[in-house]
C-alpha cells in the first residue's frame, strides 16, 4: 500500500492537480511496479501565507510518500532519481523547488478492506 500526499501552494499547483498525480503515479509504477489501478493521493493544499519555505520558488512541492515497509534502499533511492527526473521533463519543475519523504510502516500497522495490512493478498510486490 502506498498513499501519496503533496503540500505545496494552492494558487499554483491546484489547477495542475492531475499533471502532477500522473507524473508521480507515473514512476511509482514504473520504479516499485504499483498496479495501475492503486492510486490514493491527498493534495493539501495552502494559501501562500501558510506555507513558509525561504530560499524556494512559489511552485516549492512536498510528496510525502506512506507506505508499507520493506523496499530497499536502492529501489528508494531509484524512486527518488525517477521523481526528480519526472517532475523536471513533466513539470518543469526545479530540483531546489521539490522535496520528497518516504514514510514507511509496517504492513500490520495498517488497517485496510477490514483487515491488518499484514493479511492482505497484495498483487504487487512490497519487497524490492
Not at 94 to 123: F, H, K, M, Y
Request: proline share 5%; net charge neutral; hydrophobic share 40%.
Amino acid at each position: 500500500m502506498t498513499q501519496i500526499k503533496f503540500y505545496g501552494r494552492r494558487d499554483v499547483w491546484a489547477p495542475r492537480r492531475r499533471q502532477v498525480s500522473d507524473t508521480v503515479h507515473g514512476c511509482l509504477t514504473e520504479v516499485w511496479r504499483l498496479p495501475r489501478d492503486k492510486r490514493f493521493h491527498r493534495f493539501l493544499l495552502l494559501d501562500a501565507e501558510d506555507l513558509v519555505c525561504p530560499a524556494r520558488s512559489e511552485r516549492y512541492l512536498i510528496v510525502e510518500i506512506v507506505c508499507f515497509s520493506g523496499r530497499s534502499d536502492t529501489a528508494k533511492r531509484e524512486l527518488i532519481r525517477a521523481l526528480f527526473a519526472a517532475a523536471r521533463r513533466d513539470l518543469g519543475l526545479e530540483t531546489e523547488d521539490l522535496e520528497i519523504v518516504i514514510l514507511e510502516s509496517p504492513q500490520v500497522n495498517w488497517g485496510i478492506r477490514g483487515l491488518p495490512g499484514d493479511e492482505l493478498a497484495l498483487t504487487y510486490p512490497v519487497t524490492l
